[in-house]
C-alpha cells in the first residue's frame, strides 16, 4: 500500500532531510518553525505522524529526529529533485569530457576523481572485461633482460599493461623480434581468442626466428590470458567515506576498510539496470550504513559501471546530477 502524505508532511519531510544531509545533527522542531510557519507543537504532531509512518527515527528519547531508511527512499523517490549542476563542478568536468587526447578509460577515471573530490565521498570505476576488445598494437617496454612491461591498445581505446618476469635472459633483439611477428599476425584478434592464437599460429612461427622462443611465448601467453580475464576496478576518495562523521567508531571503520578491499564485493557494485540507481542501507548488499548511486555506461561496445559511495544522509540531488551528466557525456560519441 502506497504512503500517502499531506503536502504539510512532504514539505516537513523534506526539510528535515535535507538539513540533516548539510549537518548531521537531529533536527528539532523548534529549528523549523520559522520556515514551516507552524507553531512549535504542530511539527512535534506531524514529527510523531512521518515518525509513526516509519519516515523519520529518533536516535535517543530527548532528540530530535532523523531520516530513517525508508525516510531517505521515499525522499528520493517522491520528494527529491535533482540539483542543477553549478557552473564550477561543471567546468572542471568539461576539462576531462572534452579532452580528445585522453582515451575512454581515462576520461571516465579522471571525471570520477573530480567528482570524488567535489563530494567527499568514495568513487569507484568498474570496467568491463576487454575481451570483446580487437588488438590494435601491442608495445613492450625492456626493464632489463628479465622484466619488461607488455602493453596492449585495443580498436576501442582501451589501454592494459601488465609486468612480465622472464623465466631466463633474453635479449632485446629476440624480445623485439617476438612483438614484430605478434603485431603482424594478431592485429585485429578479439583478445579473448589471442590465447589460443598464439598457441597455434605465433608458436610455430616465432620457434623459427627466436633463439629464446619457449620463455617469451610463456610470458606473452600468460600476459594475454590475463588481459581477457581482467575486469579493471579503479577506486578514488577511498578515505572519503572514513572522514564523514557517521564512520567515527574503529571498528565501523576497520569493517569498511576490509570491504574495499575485498575484490569480490567491490565487483558485485557492479550495476545492471538503465538509468541512475540508489541503493540505500540494505538494499546495496555492501554495508548497511552507506548509500551506493550507480549507473552502467556503454560507449563504443565498451560497457562499465560508475559508482558513489557515501553516508546514507548523502547530497542525492546531486550526486545524481554529476553522475547523469558524466554518463551522457561517455555516451553520447556512439549517438
Do not use: W
Amino acid at each position: 500500500m502506497k504512503l500517502i502524505l499531506t503536502q504539510r508532511q512532504i514539505d516537513l519531510l523534506k526539510l528535515i532531510i535535507e538539513e540533516y544531509i548539510q549537518t548531521a545533527k537531529p533536527v528539532s522542531s523548534k529549528s523549523l518553525c520559522e520556515t514551516m510557519q507552524c507553531s512549535s507543537a504542530t511539527i512535534r504532531a506531524e514529527m510523531s505522524q512521518l515518525e509513526e509512518y516509519g519516515l523519520l527515527e529518533k536516535e535517543h528519547i530527548s532528540s530530535g529526529r532523523i531520516p530513517s531508511e525508508k525516510g531517505y527512499r521515499y525522499y528520493v523517490d517522491n520528494i527529491m529533485q535533482p540539483k542543477e549542476l553549478s557552473g564550477d563542478d561543471m567546468l572542471k568536468l568539461q576539462t576531462i569530457v572534452n579532452n580528445k587526447s585522453l582515451v575512454l578509460s581515462d576520461v571516465i577515471t579522471q571525471s570520477m576523481e573530480i567528482v570524488s573530490e567535489l563530494t567527499n565521498y568514495t568513487a569507484i570505476v568498474l570496467g568491463a572485461s576487454s575481451k570483446n576488445n580487437l588488438v590494435s598494437k601491442v608495445e613492450v617496454i625492456p626493464i632489463d633482460e628479465q622484466n619488461l612491461v607488455a602493453i596492449v591498445v585495443t580498436d576501442k581505446g582501451h589501454v592494459e599493461h601488465k609486468n612480465i618476469y622472464l623465466e631466463g635472459r633474453v635479449s632485446a633483439k629476440d624480445i623485439g623480434k617476438t612483438v614484430e611477428i605478434i603485431n603482424k599476425l594478431i592485429v585485429g584478434t578479439p583478445i579473448e581468442d589471442v590465447s589460443s592464437f598464439l598457441e597455434f599460429q605465433v608458436k610455430p612461427i616465432i620457434a623459427s626466428y627466436v633463439e629464446q622462443h619457449e620463455i617469451l611465448y610463456n610470458a606473452f601467453y600468460h600476459a594475454f590470458s590475463d588481459f581477457a580475464t581482467n575486469e579493471s576496478v579503479k577506486m578514488s576518495g577511498r578515505q572519503n567515506i572514513l572522514m564523514q562523521p557517521e564512520f567515527n567508531d574503529a571498528e565501523k571503520i576497520r569493517e569498511i576498510i576490509n570491504k574495499f578491499e575485498d575484490k569480490d564485493i567491490v565487483n558485485a557494485i557492479k550495476e545492471e539496470e538503465n538509468g541512475i540507481n540508489v541503493y540505500i542501507g540494505s538494499e546495496n548488499h555492501f554495508d548497511d550504513d552507506v548509500t551506493i548511486i550507480k549507473t552502467k555506461y556503454n560507449s563504443h561496445g565498451e560497457e562499465g559501471t560508475i559508482a558513489l559511495i557515501g553516508p546514507k544522509r548523502m547530497e542525492y540531488n546531486r550526486v545524481i546530477t554529476l553522475l547523469d551528466y558524466i554518463k551522457e557525456n561517455i555516451e553520447k560519441e556512439d549517438e
